[in-house]
Structures are given as structure tokens and as C-alpha cells.
């Protein structure tokens, strides 16, 4: 396959989203006054993972699904060995100098890890869905002890959408969200002080103001006073004068929403919903299994984090640390999200079509049957 | 179909985002905006200069002096709990308050407003806590003005205080907008002239970031300060006449007095002095419990200010009254003639001179230079109660001044009507309720239920001085404002006129000028202070707390002078005095003798 009839079954519009998330991020963090050089830094570091990745046959991956489980199981306890820790919680290594959240890479890990094993068959057996179980509960108990709460969603929902993408039965779906259901009123008891407390002040924000309700309700104020125009870049009076706590990772989009107003923040989700149906059409042509459930993982990881970042930012669900994929500051949610992106288009470029017809909408087409 | 399904999901979340945003950015982004603008603009007030204080010739009474305050924004402390519990600590170290009292004040008010933590700091520890803000973040030091007092022993009681608005200003002063913890006049001219000295505020909005820090400011209104008050007071006068009443009062072994000097063509008070004193700087500079109860408890009650507001009896000096009442009515005249025995008995009851022997047949003039107590039982009966508080009241007795003081007392003026409202029961016959004509001669010499305060004996006294003109007392010279322009300046008032003809006055005067010049008495002092004793005086000794003999008196003396053109009249009080001859009239004296060596020395101009 040459560059140039590989430039052409790349998904364009993938690449041009993933563009525009890219510019919106570094304009948003800029504004948030982090370091926007280094931000730049690791969109460049992710680029090329995103390039590795993309060229890279994600067929050969699957062989190497045990290793990589070994090496996030390693990584994850690394942290607890040997992390850093940062407002209370153990989630850095320090990898030549450079700060490095292993739990990011554990989200595409989880996801490449999961497709492999699903894909052996064509549907989910009791047996391999007790074993998926089994697969995830070491790596999400690693990091819900860290303690990084946001994270462990992600792997949950992770794992509950891929299974449900692998054609998992509708039972087994069942007993997932039945356990959770049971889970739900222990929550409190599995909890750390401060994580029962955002839950508290996420039922009542109003009850703590300046303590641990500040976060919410000054991200909601900042948000809310973006009307429906906006601000202007760099005009926040909320953001710009820091009353936004962590405003350019977890509350960056309340920063966006203040500054573009509505009108940008649903361009925002816009674009965000275009990327996630690009990902799901990807998996739609996907020539195996492998590679469907590859890029229906990627979708979920990037769903959630989607979901839950802007809802908490927006007083819809209570507060956890996830950043906004390529909008919030940080180099392992950057270059990992990248890299998820770039095994996409792994997959994307590697499609068996069939093609049915040029139609008014474009080329349809087909995977091919195997 | 569960990659459509999975589709449909996101569009479906994203959507719900979508709604829960446009209700955030549309529905409440007013209210949120107004939020965020809360949050970042505040209104600061920036204070007015409250106005000075002069005496009558520009002498200042009274500076805004610079004071350091340490104030704390809340939300500029550390968001971290252990390093704010250790800022905590420290300010509460720095401050000597209880770390939770600290905290408390800190969790009162709004978290972007600067809470004062500490509202005086010397100067040593202005320096010591101003090296150490950095380590102290939130904190500041704000500079203030306070008002400093000259010589607050001497003027403390006419100038008076400033303090923080309490509930009890806010109900009076409520409606002319004034702010919690604004400082406002509580007592003296400073309450007084509140509305001329107090200036108005002006304020900026300012930009301030998350931590408390000003960013910018967006727009500000200037101060307008208080007007200047030029007092009618003579401060050097005022000094005198503290000097030589405190001086007297020391050599008669006594510890609280009064005297009121004034002008009785025109009203205008000269001197105001009450003693014992007290620090009004105390006051301004935050008073220590302690230093306040020792003022609340000392028993010669330093925060009276006796010249306006003690009310005691005026015993003899009251006698020009029953004299004027009697020539004016007709029952006697300037020539008639009247025993002076030791006694008169009036139904059984005897009343006494102050003489145990008779001093023969005399007119009122000499009836008030020996101050014949006889005599005037006599005249008091033939005048009636009634009558004669006519005439006192027409004198001004009875009346609280309106002048620019807040807790001016009126005295009191009995007559029957008077004492029957005084029963509970309405039993005309009982003692208690009847007036009596013992009731009578002795309110003829001052006494009975009669009382007075130094502030109107100053005015009575001016009103003989003048020819029957009860003057508005007044402290007040002239007001200027903040450019030095003059918005109001003094006009004398005449609150009343004593209905007496000039010559039934000119002969209760011929009687005042004869006390004075009586020899071996009165005329010893002028004599020794080297004063002429050109004018017109009056000594008393009030008997007070019940009746009888061998009562506790106070010590008077009323004067004017010169007995021609008189320009100046007072009154000297002193608590307790025994003798007024030999206590209160040689303060009297010491006082003119000032006042005569000042006004020449400002009649050549030398001063």
C-alpha cells in the first residue's frame, strides 16, 4: 500500500476534527493560562503516536495482548510503589523527568486488552463474560486505589460497552448494571472522605460555598455567564481572575463555555459528536472483530470522558477527575487519546469494502464478510 | 444494530448536554452573569475626611490622624487547611485573640471583603507585621484616620467622641445613609454637628481576581470631606477657665465642678468646662475594658458633662429672679423696705436665715448683696408659686438649650400644678401632693424643688447682663467647606424676653454690682486677683437632698461684667462646695482675670 492510496483511505474527517479539537484545546488552555508550549508539546509527541499508530497493523497487537495486560498491571503498580502523589492521591511515575499518569494509558491498554480477548469469539459466553470480569478487576481495583475515581468509570464503562459492541447477552448486561445497582448504596462506605463529600455537595451544591461546593458552583457560574454568545476568547471574568478552580484540566470546558458562550459550546459538543460517530462508522467497516470492537472501545473511552467531564461541569453529575479528550491540559490524556485515535485509523485504513453504490450521501459500503 | 444503538446513545447524551447547557448559557445565564460579576467587582468605600475642629481663632481641637488597621480577605487565605490552620494561628498570635474568635471574624462577613482584624496598631507593630505579609497571604495593612483630641481633659466635654456605628445611631441617624461600622459622633459638638463634620463617602468599583487581589479599577466617585467648624469657644479661655476651676476645686479639697462662660450679646459660649475630664482619645483609639469600667465606675462620674447636663439646685443666685418677679408685679419697689430677721415662722414652721441675728430694715439691692434669705420669704410669699415660676421659666429655668450638644438637661421649675402631677394619688390634701407656703419662700431662694444646670445659670445670668434677653446658647461660629468657603455663620437668636421693665432690671443689677463690692467679702477677691470689680455677681450655697438643717450644699457663682456694657456673663459650679464666698466665687474671679488680660491683649492686637 503506497503513502498516497493510504492518505486516500484515511478517514478525512476524523483528521480534520481531531484538527479543529486540537485548536479549540491550545486556544482554551492558553486562555486558562497553564503552559500552552508544553501543551503544544505533547500534541506534537501525540501526533506521532498518532502517525506510529496509524501505520502501525493494529492486527498485530492482539498477539501482544497479554504483554501489554502485564505491562498495565506493572505500570499501575508502579505507581503505587514508587508515584508521586498530588492532592491527596498517588498517580504519577516519573518517567525521565517527565510526569507521567499511567492511569490515562491504562484506558487505551483496557480497551486494545478487552477487544483482543472478545474478539476470540463471535458472541459472549458466560464463561469468557465471568473472565472478562476477572480480567478488568485487578486494574480497576489498582487505580480506584490511588485513589482516582474518575478513572475507575472510565474502566467500567469501558468494559460495559464493549461488551455490549462484542453482542454480550442481554442478561449478562443485566447482572452488570443489577450489580451496580447493588453497589451504588455501599458507594458511600467504599468512598474517600472528600469523594463522598463532592457526592454530597453535587446533591447540594449550595450547602458548602466556598468549601467543597466552591468548585461546582463557580465552574456553573463561569458557564452560565458565557450567555449565549460568550465572552470572547481571553474575556472570562470568571476564568480569567481564577475564581475557576483547575481550570485547565478537569473545569477547562466551563473556561470555553464562559468565553464562546453557546453557541461555541455546542459547535464543541457538535464536533465531539462527529468524532464519536466517525469512531462507530470506523468499527462499522472494520475488517475483523478485532478491529471492530478496537474502535467501538475507543468510542466508549472517549463517550464517557466526554459525558462525564462536560456534565460535571455543568452541575449534572457530580465532579470526578476526567480531563476533556485534547481539550484539557496534560501530556498522557493527550498523547494517549492521540495514539486511541491513530489505532483507529489503523483500522480504518485497513477496511476490506465492498463498495455498493456512489449514492447522493457518499460511498456506502460494507465489510466484507470474513 | 448495536453499533446504530450505540450511535443513537451518543447522539442522545450529547443532546441532553446540549439542553442542560442552553438552560445554564441562556435561561440562567443572566443570573449566573450577575454571579460571576459579584464575584469579581466589588465596591469599595473610600472614607471622607470627617471635619475639623477650630476654636473661634482658628486654634485646631482635634486632627485625623493616620492609624494602621491589619485586615485579612478571607478568600486570599490558603485553600489548603493545614497552611490556612497555620496562618490562622499566627494572625491570631499577632493579634492576642483567641484563634476561634480570629476564625469567627473571618467566617462572618463576605470572603472578598476585608475584614479588620486589628483596628489600632502602634507603630512598632505596623513594622513587625508589615515584614512578615508576605508569609501571610489574605493579609493586609490598611491605613486609616482617626480622630486624635487636643487636650481631650479640657475639651473632652464639649468636643466629645467619635465611635462605630451602633444599632441605637443606626435608628437615629438610619435615614441619612449611613453604613454599618461607620464612624459617627456619639457625644459633644461631634454628635452635634454630625451632619456638618461627617462628609460624604466615596466609593470605587474594583476588579479583584479570585485570590482577593485588585486587578483594576473600573470606576470611582471622590470623597467629599466634612465641613470645617469653627467653634464659638476661645480656646485659650477655655483652658483658663479649666485651670482655675480644676485649681479650685483642689485648693476646697472637692473633685467635680462646672463653668460656663459666655457671650451675653449674642449667645455665643466662650468656655464649657466640666470636671473631672476624661480621655476621649481613649475612645477613638478602641478602649480596654478596663480603662471603661474604671470611667463607668469612678463616683465622680467623669462622663457626665455637668455644664449641660447636672441638675442641682441654685440655692441664693436664684434671688434676682424672685427680685424681678416682686418689682415686676408690684408688691414691692426698688425703695420699699423689708426686715431681715433670723427667722421667719410661717404656721409653726420656722425658716431660717443664713444669719442667726437681725440685719435691720433693707431694700432689694441690699437684700441681695447680704443675700438676706428672710428678705426674699417675704417677697416669694407675696409674689405666689405660681408667679414665680413664671418668672423663673421666663428666665429660661426649666428649658434644656438647644444647643449643638445632644443630652442637654432642662432643670426643673415646681409649681403646685407641678407637685400634684408628682402623685401617684390623687389626694389634694395629703402633703405630698399640696404645695405648701413653705414650698414657696424657699423656692423664693432657690431651693424647694428647683433645679438648674451651670449652662442655664449662664444663660439667666446673661439675660439680667442684657436687659431681659434669654439668648440661644450657642458653640457654633462659623462652618466652612472642604474648599474654604463660608456656608453658614452665626446669627445670635433670642429664644425669649424676662417680662420686666428696664428699670426694675437695672435695680436687681444695682443689686448683684453691690454684692460684689461689699467689703471684707466678695470684693476681697477682686482685690487680690487684681480685677476691678466692675459688674454685677452672685454667690449661692444650695442645700440638697431633703430638707432640714446641716444639709450637703453646692457652691454657686454667677457673674457679668462690665456692669456697664456687659460682654461676657458665667457661671461657676462646684459639687459639694460649702462656702460659695470662699469656693466657687474665687474661680469666678480667676476666670475674669484671664479673660480681662486675653481681650486686652487681643483688643491691641498682640495676639
Same mark, same amino acid.
Given at each position: 500500500?503506497?503513502?498516497?492510496?493510504?492518505?486516500?483511505?484515511?478517514?478525512?474527517?476524523?483528521?480534520?476534527?481531531?484538527?479543529?479539537?486540537?485548536?479549540?484545546?491550545?486556544?482554551?488552555?492558553?486562555?486558562?493560562?497553564?503552559?500552552?508550549?508544553?501543551?503544544?508539546?505533547?500534541?506534537?509527541?501525540?501526533?506521532?503516536?498518532?502517525?506510529?499508530?496509524?501505520?502501525?497493523?493494529?492486527?498485530?497487537?492482539?498477539?501482544?495482548?497479554?504483554?501489554?495486560?502485564?505491562?498495565?498491571?506493572?505500570?499501575?503498580?508502579? /505507581?503505587?510503589?514508587?508515584?508521586?502523589?498530588?492532592?491527596?492521591?498517588?498517580?504519577?511515575?516519573?518517567?525521565?523527568?517527565?510526569?507521567?499518569?499511567?492511569?490515562?494509558?491504562?484506558?487505551?491498554?483496557?480497551?486494545?486488552?478487552?477487544?483482543?480477548?472478545?474478539?476470540?469469539?463471535?458472541?459472549?459466553?458466560?464463561?469468557?463474560?465471568?473472565?472478562?470480569?476477572?480480567?478488568?478487576?485487578?486494574?480497576?481495583?489498582?487505580?480506584?486505589?490511588?485513589?482516582?475515581?474518575?478513572?475507575?468509570?472510565?474502566?467500567?464503562? /469501558?468494559?460495559?460497552?464493549?461488551?455490549?459492541?462484542?453482542?454480550?447477552?442481554?442478561?449478562?448486561?443485566?447482572?452488570?448494571?443489577?450489580?451496580?445497582?447493588?453497589?451504588?448504596?455501599?458507594?458511600?462506605?467504599?468512598?474517600?472522605?472528600?469523594?463522598?463529600?463532592?457526592?454530597?455537595?453535587?446533591?447540594?451544591?449550595?450547602?458548602?460555598?466556598?468549601?467543597?461546593?466552591?468548585?461546582?458552583?463557580?465552574?456553573?457560574?463561569?458557564?452560565?455567564?458565557?450567555?449565549?454568545?460568550?465572552?470572547?476568547?481571553?474575556?472570562?471574568?470568571?476564568?480569567?481572575?481564577?475564581?475557576?478552580?483547575?481550570?485547565?484540566?478537569?473545569?477547562?470546558?466551563?473556561?470555553?463555555?464562559?468565553?464562546?458562550?453557546?453557541?461555541?459550546?455546542?459547535?464543541?459538543?457538535?464536533?465531539?459528536?462527529?468524532?464519536?460517530?466517525?469512531?462507530?462508522?470506523?468499527?462499522?467497516?472494520?475488517?475483523?472483530?478485532?478491529?471492530?470492537?478496537?474502535?467501538?472501545?475507543?468510542?466508549?473511552?472517549?463517550?464517557?470522558?466526554?459525558?462525564?467531564?462536560?456534565?460535571?461541569?455543568?452541575?449534572?453529575?457530580?465532579?470526578?477527575?476526567?480531563?476533556?479528550?485534547?481539550?484539557?491540559?496534560?501530556?498522557?490524556?493527550?498523547?494517549?487519546?492521540?495514539?486511541?485515535?491513530?489505532?483507529?485509523?489503523?483500522?480504518?485504513?485497513?477496511?476490506?469494502?465492498?463498495?455498493?453504490?456512489?449514492?447522493?450521501?457518499?460511498?456506502?459500503?460494507?465489510?466484507?464478510?470474513? | 444494530?448495536?453499533?446504530?444503538?450505540?450511535?443513537?446513545?451518543?447522539?442522545?447524551?450529547?443532546?441532553?448536554?446540549?439542553?442542560?447547557?442552553?438552560?445554564?448559557?441562556?435561561?440562567?445565564?443572566?443570573?449566573?452573569?450577575?454571579?460571576?460579576?459579584?464575584?469579581?467587582?466589588?465596591?469599595?468605600?473610600?472614607?471622607?475626611?470627617?471635619?475639623?475642629?477650630?476654636?473661634?481663632?482658628?486654634?485646631? !481641637?482635634?486632627?485625623?490622624?493616620?492609624?494602621?488597621? !491589619?485586615?485579612?480577605?478571607?478568600?486570599?487565605?490558603? !485553600?489548603?487547611?493545614?497552611?490556612?490552620?497555620?496562618?490562622?494561628?499566627? &494572625?491570631?498570635?499577632?493579634?492576642?485573640?483567641?484563634?476561634?474568635?480570629?476564625?469567627?471574624?473571618?467566617?462572618?462577613?463576605?470572603?472578598?471583603?476585608?475584614?479588620?482584624?486589628?483596628?489600632?496598631?502602634?507603630?512598632?507593630?505596623? !513594622?513587625?507585621?508589615?515584614?512578615?505579609?508576605?508569609?501571610?497571604?489574605?493579609?493586609?495593612?490598611?491605613?486609616?484616620?482617626?480622630?486624635?483630641?487636643?487636650?481631650?481633659?479640657?475639651?473632652?466635654?464639649?468636643?466629645?467622641?467619635?465611635?462605630?456605628?451602633?444599632?441605637?445611631?443606626?435608628?437615629?441617624?438610619?435615614?441619612?445613609?449611613?453604613?454599618?461600622?461607620?464612624?459617627?459622633?456619639?457625644?459633644?459638638?461631634?454628635?452635634?454637628?454630625?451632619?456638618?463634620? +461627617?462628609?460624604?463617602?466615596?466609593?470605587?468599583?474594583?476588579?479583584?481576581?479570585?485570590?482577593?487581589?485588585?486587578?483594576?479599577?473600573?470606576?470611582?466617585?471622590?470623597?467629599?470631606?466634612?465641613?470645617?467648624?469653627?467653634?464659638?469657644?476661645?480656646?485659650?479661655?477655655?483652658?483658663?477657665?479649666?485651670?482655675?476651676?480644676?485649681?479650685?476645686?483642689?485648693?476646697?479639697?472637692?473633685?467635680?465642678?462646672?463653668?460656663?462662660?459666655?457671650?451675653?450679646?449674642?449667645?455665643?459660649?466662650?468656655?464649657?468646662?466640666? &470636671?473631672?475630664?476624661?480621655?476621649?482619645? &481613649?475612645?477613638?483609639?478602641?478602649?480596654?475594658?478596663?480603662?471603661?469600667?474604671? $470611667?463607668?465606675?469612678?463616683?465622680?462620674?467623669?462622663?457626665? @458633662?455637668?455644664?449641660?447636663?447636672?441638675?442641682?439646685?441654685?440655692?441664693?443666685?436664684?434671688?434676682?429672679?424672685?427680685?424681678?418677679?416682686?418689682?415686676?408685679?408690684?408688691?414691692?419697689?426698688?425703695?420699699?423696705?423689708?426686715?431681715?430677721?433670723?427667722?421667719?415662722?410661717?404656721?409653726?414652721?420656722?425658716?431660717?436665715?443664713?444669719?442667726?441675728?437681725?440685719?435691720?430694715?433693707?431694700?432689694?439691692?441690699?437684700?441681695?448683696?447680704?443675700?438676706?434669705?428672710?428678705?426674699?420669704?417675704?417677697?416669694?410669699?407675696?409674689?405666689?408659686?405660681?408667679?414665680?415660676?413664671?418668672?423663673?421659666?421666663?428666665?429660661?429655668?426649666?428649658?434644656?438649650?438647644?444647643?449643638?450638644?445632644?443630652?442637654?438637661?432642662?432643670?426643673?421649675?415646681?409649681? +403646685?400644678?407641678?407637685?400634684?402631677?408628682?402623685?401617684?394619688?390623687?389626694? $389634694?390634701?395629703?402633703?405630698?401632693?399640696?404645695? @405648701?407656703?413653705?414650698?414657696?419662700?424657699?423656692?423664693?431662694?432657690?431651693?424647694?424643688?428647683?433645679?438648674?444646670?451651670?449652662? @442655664?445659670?449662664?444663660?439667666?445670668?446673661?439675660?439680667?447682663?442684657?436687659?431681659?434677653?434669654?439668648?440661644?446658647?450657642?458653640?457654633?461660629?462659623?462652618?466652612?467647606?472642604?474648599?474654604?468657603?463660608?456656608?453658614?455663620?452665626?446669627?445670635?437668636?433670642?429664644?425669649?424676653?424676662?417680662?420686666?421693665?428696664?428699670?426694675?432690671?437695672?435695680?436687681?443689677?444695682?443689686?448683684?454690682?453691690?454684692?460684689?463690692?461689699?467689703?471684707?467679702?466678695?470684693?476681697?477677691?477682686?482685690?487680690?486677683?487684681?480685677?476691678?470689680?466692675?459688674?454685677?455677681?452672685?454667690?449661692?450655697?444650695?442645700?440638697?437632698?431633703?430638707?432640714?438643717?446641716?444639709?450637703?450644699?453646692?457652691?454657686?457663682?454667677?457673674?457679668?461684667?462690665?456692669?456697664?456694657?456687659?460682654?461676657?456673663?458665667?457661671?461657676?459650679?462646684?459639687?459639694?462646695?460649702?462656702?460659695?464666698?470662699?469656693?466657687?466665687?474665687?474661680?469666678?474671679?480667676?476666670?475674669?482675670?484671664?479673660?480681662?488680660?486675653?481681650?486686652?491683649?487681643?483688643?491691641?492686637?498682640?495676639?
Amino acid at each position: 500500500m503506497t503513502t498516497i492510496a493510504a492518505w486516500r483511505r484515511l478517514d478525512h474527517l476524523q483528521l480534520l476534527l481531531i484538527g479543529m479539537l486540537a485548536a479549540l484545546g491550545l486556544m482554551t488552555v492558553y486562555s486558562a493560562q497553564a503552559d500552552w508550549g508544553r501543551q503544544l508539546l505533547w500534541l506534537l509527541l501525540g501526533v506521532c503516536a498518532y502517525i506510529a499508530a496509524a501505520a502501525f497493523d493494529y492486527r498485530r497487537l492482539r498477539a501482544l495482548a497479554p504483554g501489554l495486560y502485564a505491562g498495565m498491571i506493572l505500570i499501575l503498580l508502579a /505507581v503505587h510503589l514508587v508515584g508521586h502523589s498530588a492532592l491527596g492521591a498517588r498517580r504519577w511515575l516519573s518517567v525521565a523527568g517527565f510526569p507521567l499518569e499511567p492511569s490515562e494509558l491504562s484506558k487505551l491498554l483496557l480497551v486494545v486488552i478487552l477487544a483482543a480477548y472478545l474478539s476470540r469469539s463471535e458472541s459472549v459466553s458466560w464463561r469468557s463474560f465471568g473472565l472478562t470480569l476477572l480480567l478488568v478487576a485487578p486494574g480497576a481495583g489498582l487505580i480506584l486505589t490511588q485513589p482516582d475515581l474518575g478513572t475507575t468509570i472510565v474502566f467500567l464503562a /469501558v468494559l460495559f460497552g464493549m461488551l455490549f459492541l462484542a453482542r454480550a447477552r442481554a442478561w449478562q448486561l443485566f447482572s452488570l448494571v443489577f450489580a451496580a445497582g447493588v453497589a451504588l448504596p455501599l458507594l458511600p462506605y467504599l468512598l474517600h472522605g472528600y469523594q463522598r463529600r463532592r457526592l454530597e455537595i453535587f446533591l447540594d451544591p449550595n450547602q458548602d460555598p466556598l468549601g467543597a461546593g466552591y468548585n461546582l458552583l463557580q465552574a456553573r457560574i463561569a458557564v452560565g455567564a458565557g450567555g449565549l454568545f460568550g465572552q470572547g476568547w481571553l474575556h472570562g471574568l470568571q476564568g480569567q481572575l481564577g475564581f475557576v478552580p483547575e481550570r485547565a484540566t478537569d473545569f477547562v470546558f466551563a473556561i470555553f463555555a464562559e468565553e464562546f458562550g453557546l453557541l461555541g459550546s455546542l459547535v464543541l459538543l457538535a464536533v465531539f459528536g462527529l468524532l464519536l460517530i466517525r469512531l462507530l462508522r470506523a468499527a462499522a467497516v472494520a475488517p475483523d472483530r478485532f478491529g471492530e470492537l478496537l474502535a467501538g472501545g475507543v468510542f466508549v473511552m472517549i463517550l464517557v470522558q466526554v459525558v462525564e467531564n462536560v456534565g460535571m461541569n455543568i452541575g449534572l453529575l457530580p465532579i470526578a477527575g476526567i480531563p476533556l479528550p485534547l481539550i484539557s491540559y496534560g501530556g498522557s490524556a493527550t498523547i494517549t487519546t492521540l495514539a486511541a485515535l491513530g489505532l483507529v485509523q489503523s483500522v480504518v485504513l485497513r477496511r476490506r469494502e465492498v463498495v455498493l453504490g456512489d449514492g447522493a450521501l457518499g460511498t456506502i459500503t460494507r465489510r466484507a464478510q470474513a | 444494530m448495536r453499533l446504530v444503538a450505540a450511535a443513537l446513545l451518543a447522539v442522545l447524551v450529547i443532546g441532553g448536554l446540549a439542553v442542560k447547557l442552553a438552560q445554564l448559557q441562556v435561561t440562567d445565564g443572566a443570573i449566573l452573569a450577575g454571579m460571576a460579576r459579584a464575584n469579581t467587582v466589588h465596591r469599595v468605600t473610600l472614607e471622607a475626611d470627617r471635619g475639623i475642629i477650630y476654636d473661634r481663632h482658628g486654634v485646631p !481641637l482635634v486632627a485625623n490622624s493616620p492609624i494602621w488597621s !491589619l485586615e485579612v480577605v478571607p478568600a486570599g487565605m490558603p !485553600l489548603d487547611a493545614r497552611a490556612r490552620a497555620i496562618e490562622l494561628a499566627e &494572625l491570631a498570635r499577632i493579634t492576642a485573640q483567641p484563634e476561634l474568635q480570629v476564625a469567627a471574624d473571618l467566617a462572618a462577613g463576605d470572603p472578598y471583603s476585608s475584614v479588620p482584624l486589628e483596628p489600632s496598631l502602634s507603630q512598632e507593630q505596623e !513594622l513587625a507585621i508589615n515584614e512578615r505579609l508576605p508569609q501571610l497571604p489574605g493579609a493586609s495593612i490598611v491605613q486609616r484616620a482617626v480622630r486624635t483630641y487636643v487636650d481631650p481633659l479640657v475639651f473632652g466635654h464639649v468636643l466629645g467622641y467619635v465611635g462605630p456605628l451602633n444599632d441605637a445611631d443606626l435608628k437615629r441617624l438610619g435615614k441619612l445613609g449611613y453604613q454599618p461600622g461607620e464612624v459617627v459622633g456619639k457625644v459633644g459638638v461631634e454628635a452635634g454637628l454630625e451632619t456638618l463634620l +461627617r462628609g460624604r463617602n466615596g466609593w470605587a468599583d474594583v476588579e479583584v481576581d479570585a485570590r482577593g487581589a485588585i486587578v483594576r479599577t473600573i470606576a470611582t466617585q471622590q470623597p467629599v470631606p466634612g465641613d470645617s467648624v469653627y467653634l464659638s469657644l476661645d480656646a485659650s479661655l477655655q483652658r483658663a477657665t479649666a485651670q482655675s476651676l480644676a485649681a479650685g476645686l483642689v485648693r476646697d479639697g472637692k473633685t467635680a465642678g462646672a463653668s460656663v462662660v459666655l457671650d451675653p450679646r449674642t449667645g455665643e459660649v466662650l468656655a464649657l468646662v466640666s &470636671l473631672p475630664g476624661y480621655d476621649t482619645n &481613649l475612645f477613638t483609639h478602641g478602649i480596654s475594658q478596663a480603662d471603661y469600667s474604671s $470611667l463607668i465606675n469612678n463616683p465622680d462620674r467623669p462622663l457626665l @458633662n455637668r455644664a449641660i447636663a447636672g441638675q442641682y439646685a441654685p440655692g441664693s443666685t436664684f434671688k434676682m429672679v424672685t427680685a424681678t418677679a416682686g418689682l415686676q408685679e408690684g408688691k414691692i419697689t426698688a425703695a420699699t423696705l423689708l426686715s431681715c430677721p433670723p427667722y421667719l415662722n410661717v404656721n409653726g414652721w420656722i425658716y431660717h436665715n443664713w444669719a442667726s441675728y437681725s440685719l435691720g430694715q433693707m431694700n432689694v439691692a441690699k437684700a441681695l448683696a447680704t443675700s438676706c434669705d428672710t428678705f426674699f420669704y417675704q417677697v416669694a410669699a407675696m409674689v405666689g408659686d405660681v408667679t414665680l415660676a413664671k418668672y423663673a421659666r421666663a428666665f429660661g429655668f426649666g428649658q434644656a438649650k438647644s444647643i449643638e450638644m445632644p443630652g442637654v438637661m432642662p432643670g426643673l421649675v415646681p409649681d +403646685r400644678f407641678w407637685k400634684q402631677l408628682q402623685c401617684g394619688v390623687p389626694d $389634694l390634701n395629703s402633703d405630698a401632693c399640696r404645695w @405648701n407656703t413653705g414650698d414657696t419662700i424657699t423656692f423664693g431662694i432657690g431651693q424647694s424643688y428647683l433645679l438648674t444646670t451651670p449652662l @442655664n445659670q449662664a444663660v439667666y445670668v446673661a439675660a439680667l447682663a442684657n436687659g431681659g434677653q434669654v439668648m440661644r446658647p450657642t458653640l457654633l461660629d462659623d462652618v466652612r467647606d472642604a474648599s474654604g468657603r463660608d456656608i453658614q455663620s452665626l446669627h445670635p437668636q433670642v429664644t425669649g424676653t424676662v417680662p420686666a421693665s428696664a428699670a426694675n432690671l437695672m435695680a436687681v443689677r444695682e443689686g448683684m454690682r453691690e454684692e460684689i463690692n461689699r467689703p471684707y467679702n466678695m470684693n476681697y477677691w477682686f482685690r487680690a486677683a487684681g480685677v476691678p470689680a466692675d459688674g454685677g455677681g452672685k454667690t449661692g450655697t444650695a442645700q440638697w437632698g431633703g430638707s432640714g438643717l446641716d444639709l450637703p450644699t453646692h457652691a454657686w457663682f454667677v457673674f457679668f461684667a462690665p456692669y456697664a456694657q456687659p460682654e461676657v456673663a458665667l457661671s461657676v459650679f462646684v459639687e459639694r462646695g460649702e462656702l460659695s464666698e470662699v469656693e466657687a466665687a474665687p474661680i469666678g474671679v480667676d476666670v475674669m482675670r484671664f479673660y480681662r488680660d486675653h481681650v486686652g491683649a487681643i483688643r491691641a492686637g498682640t495676639v
